[in-house]
């Protein structure tokens, strides 16, 4: 009995192992295809390791204007006792995600001591359904 267990699990490993040397063709993910793809899905991106250790998003809000053009305020606030100084930009896209290349200039932005403050972006036209807001290192 123990060694038809074996026997079966010694089959099963040299599959894996075949499997894994394979060297035939086909698609593959990239690696790590999500670490670097969070700004074509996510509302809020932090650009830079330091901006990711300083500044969180406390809140996003959106409208529509009243000619259908989109408005969007980030809320941020600063995790640093000390005063700091970002820049803060919004890309505008489509229903698809696509950019429709209606991208802000860069706003600096001073953030006083685990102080919170907001940004304000208006798309300039009616294209725009949805957007990402990028935040980096005052340069």
């Avoid at 053009?69 to 930009?89: G, S």
């Avoid at 995600?97 to 600096?108: F, M």
């Avoid at 300039?124 to 340069?139: D, E, F, G, L, M």
Wanted: net charge positive; proline share 2%; hydrophobic share 40%.
């Amino acid at each position: 009995m123990h060694l038809k267990r074996l026997s079966l699990l010694v089959a099963a490993g040299l599959a894996v192992a075949v499997a894994g040397c394979s060297t035939g063709g086909g698609a593959r993910l990239p690696v790590n295809s999500g670490k670097y793809n969070q700004e074509l899905n996510a509302k809020f991106v932090l650009m830079d390791d330091s901006v990711q250790r300083s500044v969180t998003c406390s809140a996003l809000q959106e409208r529509a204007l009243p000619d259908g053009r989109l408005e969007v305020t980030a809320v941020m606030r600063n995790r640093e006792t000390r005063r700091i100084q970002v820049q803060v930009q919004c890309v505008f896209k489509d229903a698809q995600g696509i950019s429709t290349g209606d991208e802000t200039p860069w706003k600096d932005v001073i953030l006083t001591e685990n102080a919170m403050e907001n940004a304000t972006f208006a798309s300039i036209n009616a294209q725009a359904k949805t957007y990402t807001v990028r935040v980096r290192q005052s340069r």
